[in-house]
């Protein structure tokens, strides 16, 4: 089975870092973005197989960028502005 999870606020980054280094028994894959309350600005991405895990860097979140800075194309505004939230971007 899968499940999905999302939130619109940031993890702990204490409580974020003992749960990935938790066993996790009946996981096979996981992957996904996320945020911590460390760095509001930033967006990390995890991928896990098995018992390899990755996590890095994986930009700014739209809320942190300038709207100048936005792409210019129709379609890039359209998907961004199509999972805005008003409170947290």
Excluded: N
């Amino acid at each position: 089975s899968s499940f999905v999870y999302r939130a619109r606020r940031p993890f702990h980054p204490e409580r974020f870092y003992d749960l990935v280094q938790a066993e996790w028994p009946g996981v096979v894959r996981s992957k996904g973005f996320f945020w911590l309350a460390a760095e509001l600005t930033l967006a990390y991405s995890w991928s896990q197989a098995g018992a390899m895990a990755r996590h890095g860097l994986a930009g700014y979140w739209w809320a942190a960028v300038s709207e100048e800075d936005w792409p210019s194309d129709l379609d890039s505004i359209e998907q961004i502005k199509k999972v805005w939230d008003a409170q947290t971007g």
